[in-house]
């Protein structure tokens, strides 16, 4: 656990400004390349989610506490930057967590971009059952090295790139080994994970929903619900890309936020 609220990173020197919000089981470092691609143009802050990477833990899965506990440090990056608000861009969890900051402080967002996920409630549970038994099948008591836990994992999780993106969260800190991750809270309320709780209102400012072509987050269905909450948004599908569309199409999403940032 940190004592540290938001932990975040800046990459960048340009006059915009960026943050970028994870999914889930990620940090703020899975941005790095994104960022790096629009420096000359933005300063993006990368921020680590509550109950993930070095930010703190809390006792309850909430989406409004969490984008409450954002506020902080999204201003105080516009107000560095001189802006009235940042261009947020959260991706999956962050997603949804980007929506309720939009939703509950719109003078915050100048520009919101939705990656691959939708304002609805949808079952998750069958999506990371595999994932939570592979993470908790890790011997942290017992380990003697990160190839072990890849090996551990691997009886679940049968993709090498993501057992290696769940074992950036394996750290060993004091003698031990631990998860950089609530493990015990995102476990337990994987369902709420998957939930939207029913918010009053509509975020009046653009934005750009994205989606990954060969992903099902973003589906016909969900576009009156989206559109009912953010009026103005407008869905760009990204060819050859699931739903981690940063990291299937870095290129691609670099360019379509340079267009964006102007």
């Known amino acids: 656990m940190s004592d540290d609220p938001i932990h975040h990173r800046d990459i960048?020197?340009?006059?915009?400004?960026?943050?970028?919000?994870?999914?889930?089981?990620?940090?703020?470092r899975n941005f790095t390349q994104i960022a790096k691609?629009?420096?000359?143009?933005?300063?993006?802050?990368?921020?680590?989610l509550p109950n993930h990477g070095r930010s703190a833990w809390t006792d309850v899965f909430d989406y409004d506490l969490f984008a409450d506990m954002l506020v902080d440090t999204i201003a105080d990056h516009a107000?560095?930057?001189?802006?009235?608000?940042?261009?947020?861009v959260g991706h999956s969890l962050g997603g949804k967590v980007a929506m309720r900051v939009a939703l509950r402080h719109p003078a915050l967002v100048e520009h919101l971009v939705v990656v691959d996920i939708s304002?609805?409630?949808?079952?998750?549970?069958d999506s990371?059952?595999?994932?939570?038994?592979?993470?908790?099948?890790v011997p942290l008591d017992m380990l003697g090295t990160r190839d072990q836990a890849d090996k551990a994992m691997a009886r679940y999780v049968e993709s090498p790139s993501v057992r290696a993106f769940l074992l950036q969260n394996l750290r060993h800190e004091h003698h031990e080994w631990r998860w950089r991750m609530n493990l015990d809270l995102l476990e337990a309320e994987i369902d709420a994970v998957g939930?939207?709780?029913?918010?009053?209102?509509?975020?009046?400012?653009?934005?750009?929903?994205?989606?990954?072509?060969?992903?099902?987050?973003?589906?016909?269905?969900?576009?009156?619900?989206?559109?009912?909450?953010?009026?103005?948004?407008?869905?760009?599908?990204i060819k050859d890309a699931g739903h981690w569309v940063h990291s299937d199409q870095p290129g691609v999403f670099i360019a379509l936020l340079r267009h964006l940032l102007g």
Do not use: C, K, N
Request: hydrophobic share 45%; charged share 15%.
């Open 12 to 28: 960048g020197h340009g006059a915009r400004a960026v943050v970028f919000l994870h999914g889930l089981f990620g940090q703020g």
């Open 37 to 48: 691609g629009l420096s000359g143009l933005a300063t993006s802050r990368l921020v680590d």
């Open 79 to 88: 107000r560095a930057l001189g802006r009235p608000g940042v261009t947020l």
């Open 119 to 125: 304002p609805v409630a949808a079952g998750v549970r």
């Open 128 to 137: 990371f059952d595999h994932i939570l038994a592979g993470l908790r099948a």
């Open 195 to 237: 939930g939207w709780p029913p918010i009053e209102g509509t975020y009046p400012g653009p934005v750009t929903w994205v989606a990954g072509a060969h992903s099902d987050y973003v589906r016909p269905q969900y576009a009156p619900a989206m559109r009912e909450l953010f009026p103005l948004a407008r869905l760009v599908t």
